[in-house]
């Protein structure tokens, strides 16, 4: 059983950077992001294989960046010029393959809020 623990979350403003982090008891292959904003379903927002291999959802590009650090078992997500439809819950991840981690992960982190005030 893998645990997942992030922190980065908080309160910031439009135009300003975040760095999400999520350390994790074990190696396992895929890591990534998942958000879930009020009153929305929980989408995919990135993720990177062990071997550096990332992939982002299509909204995200050009400004969240997604990075790994495979001996210390922890994934960042970095995200610059936070926009107000960012405001979410962000929850960390991990499966053993990517496909699973696209369709439904096996293991969760708790979440961590992020807010972005206009």
């Known amino acids: 059983q893998v645990q997942l623990v992030e922190s980065g979350g908080g309160l910031v403003q439009a135009g300003e950077s975040l760095r999400l982090s999520c350390a994790a008891s074990?190696?396992?292959?895929?890591m990534g992001w998942y958000r879930q904003a009020p009153g929305k379903q929980r989408e995919l927002v990135a993720y990177?294989?062990?071997?550096?291999?990332?992939n982002y959802k299509d909204s995200v590009k050009g400004r969240f960046t997604i990075s790994r650090d495979n001996a210390k078992n922890t994934v960042y997500l970095q995200i610059d010029s936070l926009k107000p439809e960012d405001t979410a819950v962000y929850y960390c991840?991990?499966?053993?393959?990517?496909?699973?981690?696209?369709?439904?992960?096996?293991?969760w982190g708790q979440g961590t809020q992020v807010t972005v005030s206009s």
């Open positions: 990177v294989s062990s071997d550096g291999n990332t």
């Open positions: 991840a991990a499966a053993q393959w990517a496909v699973t981690f696209t369709i439904s992960p096996e293991y």
């Open positions: 074990g190696s396992i292959p895929v």
